[in-house]
């Protein structure tokens, strides 16, 4: 197959595979693959090939029109979708993560030239891409026993110190030899 044997070629004189393209729109929308799902399908043994030739991973997500990036994604133009509906945005942050979980990429980027989308794009665009590349909108998972572990048992419920915190300190304030 020519894919593998350009891969092989290409990989004796490379350290990284970069994966750059527009996620797929018409499958985490149509409901019926989870965003694993895809991967499994569609990634998961290429990486495979590419780790098995020693490369590192580079993923790059491209929200908007690889050619022309003041419109929205050709699938999410075909669907009459965009990346301002929040739906939309949470189906890229599901894909994302998912991304992480099954590929470990060592290099991700959460969207492509972002500077051009700023000035070619529609301002309410621009706007969306920037929010689902928030990191800092995204809620940390919460366990549900976490609350079972919200002291280690040196402080109270209400963290007040019991006994056996100064006896910690004192451990931990120790100068370790070497």
Do not use: C
């Amino acid at each position: 197959m020519a894919v593998l044997q350009g891969i092989d070629l290409w990989s004796q004189r490379a350290e990284l595979a970069a994966i750059h393209e527009e996620l797929p729109w018409t499958d985490l929308l149509g409901g019926i693959l989870s965003p694993d799902d895809i991967l499994d399908r569609d990634k998961v043994q290429l990486v495979d090939y590419l780790r098995g030739k020693g490369l590192k991973l580079y993923f790059m997500a491209d929200l908007t029109d690889g050619l022309s990036r003041g419109e929205e994604a050709p699938q999410l133009r075909a669907l009459g979708r965009s990346i301002t509906e929040l739906d939309v945005q949470w189906a890229y942050r599901d894909y994302m993560l998912a991304v992480e979980r099954k590929l470990h990429p060592e290099f991700i980027g959460l969207a492509a030239e972002t500077n051009l989308i700023r000035v070619a794009a529609p301002s309410a665009v621009y706007a969306a891409v920037v929010t689902a590349i928030d990191l800092a909108s995204i809620p940390p998972p919460i366990p549900s026993n976490l609350p079972l572990f919200v002291n280690i048992g040196l402080t109270d419920s209400d963290f007040n110190a019991k006994p056996a915190l100064a006896a910690w300190d004192a451990l931990h304030a120790r100068r370790l030899i070497p």
